[in-house]
């Protein structure tokens, strides 16, 4: 079995390298290519990949290559995970919206858009590649942001599935927190990409007992906690809001927080920097702590289990991830990109069936929804316009002078990167 990474000189690659190592019985990968352009960044990552793979006893090789190509030729599988204009971009991304009051982020807002608008033509040049080299083969993307990313795959016709590592994270906590093992967590989590929300905690599979009210009763304090929320807010809620919705439900509060100190991307920077240091250490075999620290947690587990099941192996039957309504959730239009578990294998995911959904959410969800059409319409054929309406649509903006100042500054900051600009 062959499986590329598009990204792979990411100082996050060991992380994913360490997750094939240890699940090589569920996904027995015998050729690993890790694709680039950036050579020397991945030289050292590569060399520290096939020290872990020595290490854990894992028969596979490692191929580093900057040729496309090359690296998807007979590819049962290629993970995206591509930064369009590296750290840099992401600096601006979660600094100019800041000048105009709303939220910096590399996900959603203003951020988001600008992301999007430069990775889907790449990401789309990089799709048609990999399906002309090998029709079969799977996309699995973790690009951010990924509800975009893979619906613009989607339409045009590729086989592809989004993974967020969201609901992992939290399937995992949950379980230590009731003392069980994470595959006996089934989560009812219903949303979009980075806009989700954990409605049911079941043990066992889709048709156990729910535990959500236990939990928030015995560890309500510690989840909010962990989300930056109020006990009170989840508690009224009922449900476990994706931390993501910190951005929405307390936008001013996160405002004023980001101004006053650097960006996650200054702080991520600096990380990778220490990162790469260490991957030259030729004595180096093992992911390094500081690699915690990175982001992306659990998201090695998520992709190997997801890889396994597209590909006719031991992967879970259920997984969340991102893929097309199709009916799924009613007030939706079926290609939407929803975020939801899924029955996965061969054939692809199917969503599974989603009890009625609160209006609190469903009305959110239908928003941003409506945003993603507008921004995939800005990203695919761009002009100023294209990217006003978007901007307008969107929940954290939604007024026409902080949308004007947006689209100027957002054209500014990523004129190398859009083409009709």
Same mark, same amino acid.
């Given at each position: 079995?062959? /499986? =590329?990474?598009?990204?792979?000189?990411? =100082?996050?690659?060991?992380?994913?390298?360490?997750? !094939?190592?240890?699940? $090589?019985?569920?996904?027995?990968?015998?050729?690993?290519?890790?694709?680039?352009?950036?050579?020397? $960044?991945?030289?050292?990552?590569?060399? /520290?990949? $096939?020290?872990?793979?020595?290490?854990?006893?894992?028969?596979?090789?490692?191929?580093?290559?900057?040729?496309?190509?090359?690296?998807?030729?007979?590819?049962?599988?290629?993970?995206?995970?591509?930064?369009?204009?590296?750290?840099?971009?992401?600096?601006?991304?979660?600094?100019?919206?800041?000048?105009?009051?709303?939220?910096?982020?590399?996900?959603?807002?203003?951020?988001?858009?600008?992301?999007?608008?430069?990775?889907?033509?790449?990401? /789309?040049? %990089?799709?048609?590649?990999?399906?002309?080299?090998?029709?079969?083969?799977?996309?699995?993307? !973790?690009?951010? &942001?990924?509800?975009?990313v893979t619906r613009a795959l989607l339409k045009e016709g590729h086989r592809a599935v989004g993974l967020c590592n969201v609901a992992i994270g939290f399937q995992r906590k949950f379980a230590a927190l009731l003392g069980v093992t994470p595959a006996d967590v089934h989560l009812d989590h219903v949303g979009l990409n980075h806009l989700t929300w954990e409605t049911g905690v079941r043990l066992g599979g889709p048709e156990g007992e729910d535990v959500l009210p236990k939990l928030l009763t015995e560890h309500g304090e510690a989840i909010a906690a962990d989300l930056r929320l109020p006990r009170a807010l989840v508690d009224r809620l009922g449900v476990v809001p994706s931390y993501y919705l910190r951005y929405y439900y307390a936008h001013d509060e996160v405002v004023r927080e980001l101004?006053?100190?650097?960006?996650?991307?200054?702080?991520?920077?600096?990380?990778?920097?220490?990162?790469?240091?260490?991957?030259?250490?030729?004595?180096?075999?093992?992911?390094?702590?500081?690699?915690?620290?990175?982001?992306?947690?659990?998201?090695?587990?998520?992709?190997?289990?997801?890889?396994?099941?597209?590909?006719?192996?031991?992967?879970?039957?259920?997984?969340?991830?991102?893929?097309?309504?199709?009916?799924?959730?009613? !007030?939706?239009?079926? *290609?939407?990109?929803?975020?939801?578990?899924?029955?996965?294998?061969?054939?692809?995911?199917?969503?599974?069936?989603?009890?009625?959904?609160? &209006?609190?959410?469903?009305?959110?969800?239908?928003?941003?929804?409506?945003?993603?059409?507008?921004?995939?319409?800005?990203?695919?054929?761009?002009?100023? *316009?294209?990217? !006003?309406?978007?901007?307008?649509?969107?929940?954290?903006?939604?007024?026409?002078?902080?949308?004007?100042?947006?689209?100027?500054?957002? %054209?500014?900051?990523?004129?190398?990167?859009?083409?009709?600009?």
């Amino acid at each position: 079995m062959k /499986l =590329t990474v598009v990204g792979g000189g990411s =100082t996050y690659t060991p992380e994913l390298i360490d997750g !094939f190592a240890r699940l $090589r019985d569920t996904l027995p990968v015998e050729e690993l290519v890790l694709l680039d352009p950036a050579v020397e $960044r991945l030289e050292l990552v590569g060399g /520290l990949a $096939r020290r872990i793979l020595a290490r854990q006893g894992h028969p596979g090789r490692v191929v580093t290559t900057g040729a496309l190509d090359e690296a998807v030729e007979g590819a049962d599988a290629v993970l995206l995970q591509l930064r369009v204009g590296g750290q840099a971009a992401r600096e601006q991304d979660e600094t100019w919206p800041l000048e105009c009051g709303c939220v910096g982020q590399e996900t959603t807002g203003a951020g988001g858009l600008a992301k999007a608008l430069r990775t889907v033509p790449v990401v /789309l040049d %990089i799709a048609e590649q990999v399906r002309r080299r090998n029709p079969k083969a799977w996309i699995i993307d !973790f690009t951010n &942001p990924v509800g975009i990313v893979t619906r613009a795959l989607l339409k045009e016709g590729h086989r592809a599935v989004g993974l967020c590592n969201v609901a992992i994270g939290f399937q995992r906590k949950f379980a230590a927190l009731l003392g069980v093992t994470p595959a006996d967590v089934h989560l009812d989590h219903v949303g979009l990409n980075h806009l989700t929300w954990e409605t049911g905690v079941r043990l066992g599979g889709p048709e156990g007992e729910d535990v959500l009210p236990k939990l928030l009763t015995e560890h309500g304090e510690a989840i909010a906690a962990d989300l930056r929320l109020p006990r009170a807010l989840v508690d009224r809620l009922g449900v476990v809001p994706s931390y993501y919705l910190r951005y929405y439900y307390a936008h001013d509060e996160v405002v004023r927080e980001l101004k006053t100190k650097p960006s996650r991307a200054v702080e991520v920077a600096a990380m990778e920097r220490e990162l790469l240091q260490m991957y030259g250490d030729p004595e180096l075999d093992e992911k390094p702590a500081l690699l915690a620290r990175r982001g992306g947690a659990y998201y090695s587990e998520a992709a190997v289990d997801l890889a396994a099941a597209l590909l006719g192996g031991s992967g879970s039957p259920y997984q969340v991830v991102n893929a097309y309504n199709q009916g799924t959730l009613s !007030f939706l239009p079926d *290609d939407a990109v929803i975020e939801v578990q899924a029955a996965v294998g061969p054939h692809g995911p199917t969503p599974l069936p989603v009890p009625a959904v609160d &209006p609190l959410y469903a009305g959110l969800m239908a928003n941003v929804t409506a945003y993603e059409e507008l921004a995939l319409d800005a990203a695919l054929r761009g002009g100023r *316009d294209r990217v !006003f309406r978007a901007l307008l649509s969107h929940p954290l903006i939604g007024q026409y002078d902080y949308a004007d100042a947006l689209t100027d500054r957002l %054209i500014a900051h990523n004129r190398e990167h859009l083409a009709w600009a």
